[in-house]
């Protein structure tokens, strides 16, 4: 398994658009993938499939959420990579 955190930069978070590019970048890996929605403390809020649009837009990941992404399988790290870089590039919505 593989982790990384990050925080949601650009201004409108994970919705709608942004949610389908994340989801659709994330159906291109075969590993599992989970995005985790975390507290100033660092714990856990919510979780769910980084490939499903429905689990990441229920997830309200709004600017300055801090996130963790998780992957298990052959090409774990770099499923978590991309989509670590996919979300601190703003997704062009800075």
């Known amino acids: 398994m593989y982790a990384k955190k990050t925080t949601i930069i650009n201004r409108t978070g994970l919705h709608a658009r942004t949610a ?3 989801v659709k970048a994330a159906k291109s890996f075969s590993s599992e993938i989970t ?3 975390l507290d100033e403390r660092g ?3 919510k979780s769910g499939s980084a ?3 429905v ?3 229920t ?3 709004n600017k300055g959420t ?3 992404l998780t992957a298990q399988g052959p090409d774990e790290r770099e499923a978590v990579e991309n989509l670590v870089s996919l979300i601190e590039e703003g997704f ?3």
């Open 35 to 37: 995005v985790k929605k």
């Open 43 to 45: 714990e856990t809020v």
């Open 92 to 94: 062009n919505d800075l």
């Open 51 to 53: 490939k499903s649009v």
């Open 66 to 68: 801090p996130v963790e």
């Open 20 to 22: 389908n590019e994340f």
């Open 59 to 61: 997830m309200i990941l």
């Open 55 to 57: 689990h990441v837009v």
